[in-house]
């Protein structure tokens, strides 16, 4: 089955913790991109990547990391978590640049 | 640069009735554009795209949407809602002409369907 795998789903965890939240697409798919979505302010995109070692930022990348060392893992980091990086994140996965994206069910990280 | 307006971040239909859920973009470049839905607890899919050809575009579960550049507008719309339609809507849209996987969505609409 086609899918994007997003682990964890949930996490709450404390301010300067580092942490990573994995992503894993079994497509094949040359671009991925990671999102985060607030209430009122739809999707964001943080980061995207356009094939293995090419990454790029999105409109909100401050205080993430990302790297694209695998086609299909895609990890997102989070060096020194703050309170204000508390959101639902999602990973999603294309064939290319206007195929439609698969997303992943979702990860919700709290920061205390 | 690009960007979405998605007016109404709430729309209640009845079911049976007319869904409009509505879109204006802004876009130096000619643009890609694309309606996606949510549902709780779950990822984003697809619903409809528009990249260039025919300008009224058909996507699944009986949406379809129109691309009007002179009105810079992208409006969603279903014949006849049913309770199943009830989820968040984002609008998204992404440059033609840019090399890159930028991608900008809507604030999104929270669509309820009343029985």
């Known amino acids: 089955e086609a899918q994007v795998t997003q682990n964890p789903r949930y996490l709450i965890t404390v301010t300067g913790k580092k942490l990573t939240v994995t992503c894993s697409q079994n497509?094949?798919?040359?671009?991925m991109s990671w999102y985060r979505q607030d209430p009122g302010l739809g999707l964001r995109q943080i980061y995207y990547?356009?094939?293995?070692?090419?990454?790029d930022k999105g409109d909100v990348p401050e205080g993430y990391k990302v790297s694209r060392k695998e086609k299909r893992n895609f990890p997102l980091i989070l060096e020194s978590p703050s309170p204000n990086q508390t959101s639902l994140y999602f990973c999603a996965s294309s064939l290319t640049r206007v195929q439609p994206q698969h997303f992943g069910d979702g990860t919700r990280l709290s920061i205390l | 640069a690009q960007s979405v307006t998605q007016l109404g971040s709430h729309v209640s239909v009845s079911e049976g009735a007319l869904i409009l859920l509505r879109c204006n973009y802004s876009s130096s470049v000619p643009p890609y554009l694309f309606w996606y839905v949510q549902y709780p607890n779950q990822g984003l899919q697809l619903l409809l795209k528009?990249?260039?050809?025919?300008?009224l575009v058909k996507g699944i579960n009986g949406f379809e949407a129109e691309f009007k550049k002179s009105e810079t507008s992208f409006h969603l719309t279903k014949p006849s809602a049913h309770m199943s339609d009830a989820a968040e809507y984002f609008c998204a849209v992404s440059a033609s002409m840019d090399s890159s996987y930028k991608l900008i969505f809507g604030s999104g609409t929270r669509l309820l369907v009343r029985p």
């Open positions: 990547s356009m094939n293995v070692e090419v990454t």
């Open positions: 497509m094949n798919h040359e671009y």
């Open positions: 528009y990249t260039t050809g025919a300008t």
